[in-house]
């Protein structure tokens, strides 16, 4: 067991070395020469390497942002996060989700090799947040483990092939070719972003191409515009929480020079992110080539939602700030409801927000960007609220998953579960 948790949580789940071991392979499978095998092997490793530094960054950042937001404008209520869930989980059925995301990912293989489905889902951390929702909602309809692991893993491969075909049409807008897939569990919220693109707006008035005025022509470069958004943020914020709280985050950094730095970090860990995902991007699909070729014909990689930023970086803040908008909404209305408020956690929202926000642009330009966010950031809001109940029947409270496809997968098998379960 102890080996295999090893060879599940360092290794399987872990999105770097797992993807450097298909690099390796397609190099291998291709008969490349011995330098260039170590050189796309490294590249490819430390491309997402240097894209987890910026995403630790990032995430780091905007956690300083929701402590500020929550304090500032007095807010309780559940914060969706899938890695707070998974780590509750892995302390209730540890062992168990490590057999669901190995068999799940074993699936995975299978079914791109003898079915269209040709999509490897290469995130290995999101495979992991899935396992541990499969094994929750099993165990919540007092399932054993055998059958929580065999059906669990089935579902999970099953999710791993199917999902990113259900994003594909739109990811052929985005990159305009068939080279990657989305491999990132939103993948409906994505689509339901690019068709909502497709009929309200035109892919030729993209956010890239927007006149801005003279004196917002700075905005066109990602990086000025991402700091300059992002320290308003922040200072606002700060200012609603009130020095006191601020000097708390702070570690003796001045309540009003704080919010600058975290700002202009956040900037600094983006630039970072798209610098990763440019440098792994280049090797993974050429050593990719192996593999489709000898293993799985025509198999395509499912990578992880930054890989689209680089596409349309100005679509990735607008479509941030109109995710953060819709989640905003669905808080207030949730609050006057008198129901569980889902708090809008920042970190989430940049990430699902900025992806919606590509692929409603690549359908229907800014229209598209600011719409399809706007959509998606109400779903991963409205989505928590129904699937938290039934996590909270089985201990696991104060935390839910704000993803699209996680939600779906789990209401459909814990309602059908209930269903069968009054019929034998």
């Known amino acids: 067991m102890e080996f295999l948790r090893v060879i599940v949580f360092d290794l399987l789940s872990s999105a770097p070395i797992l993807v450097g071991v298909i690099a390796l392979t397609g190099l291998l499978l291709q008969k490349e020469s011995f330098d260039k095998v170590i050189s796309g092997t490294l590249k490819t490793i430390v491309g997402f390497l240097v894209f987890g530094v910026g995403s630790a960054a990032a995430t780091e950042a905007l ?6 937001f929550a304090e500032g404008f007095g807010l309780t209520g559940v914060l969706p996060l899938a890695e707070a869930v998974t780590a509750l989980a892995q302390d209730h059925f540890g062992t168990t989700v490590s057999l669901v995301m190995l068999i799940g990912f074993l699936c995975n293989l299978i ?3 003898i079915t269209p489905l040709k999509y490897i889902f290469l995130t290995g951390q999101h495979n992991l947040y899935l396992a541990a929702l499969l094994t929750i909602m099993f165990k919540s309809l007092n399932m054993g483990n055998v059958f929580t692991i065999a059906v669990g893993g089935l579902i999970l491969g099953v999710s791993s092939s199917l999902f990113p075909a259900i994003a594909q049409p739109y990811m052929r807008k985005v990159t305009g070719d068939e080279d990657i897939a989305m491999g990132h569990y939103v993948t409906v919220g994505y689509a339901i972003s690019g068709w909502i693109g497709s009929k309200i707006g035109k892919p030729e008035d993209s956010t890239e191409k927007v006149k801005l005025p003279k004196w ?3 905005f066109k470069d990602y990086v000025v515009g991402v700091s ?3 320290v308003i943020f922040f200072y606002v914020a700060a200012i609603a929480a009130g020095k006191g709280t601020v000097e708390e985050l702070s570690g003796g950094v ?3 020079v704080y919010p600058l730095f975290q ?3 956040f900037s600094a860990a983006l630039y970072v992110i798209i610098t990763g995902v440019r440098l792994f991007l280049g090797e993974i699909v050429s050593a990719f080539v192996g593999i489709s070729e000898k293993l799985i014909p025509n198999a395509k990689p499912a990578l992880d939602c930054p890989v689209v930023f680089p596409f349309a970086p100005t679509a990735t803040v607008i ?7 819709g989640g905003l909404v669905a808080m207030v209305v949730m609050g006057l409801l008198g129901t569980l408020v889902i708090i809008p956690v920042a970190v989430p929202y940049f990430f699902i927000g900025a992806t919606a926000g590509v692929f409603g642009n690549a359908t229907g330009g800014w229209k598209g960007c600011i719409a399809g966010s706007f959509v998606v950031g109400i779903l991963i809001a409205v989505g928590p609220a129904l699937i938290y109940p039934i996590m909270e029947n089985i201990g696991m409270t104060g935390t839910s998953f704000p993803e699209t496809d996680f939600n779906i997968v789990g209401l459909l098998i814990y309602y059908i579960g209930q269903f ?4 034998f």
Request: no cysteine.
């Open 263 to 265: 700002g202009l970090s």
């Open 111 to 113: 079914i791109a090799k």
């Open 228 to 230: 300059i958004t992002m």
């Open 63 to 68: 956690d300083s942002f929701q402590k500020l």
């Open 254 to 256: 001045n309540w009003l």
């Open 216 to 218: 917002l022509s700075m």
């Open 319 to 325: 479509g941030f700030l109109a995710a953060y908008m």
């Open 420 to 423: 069968l379960q009054t019929i």
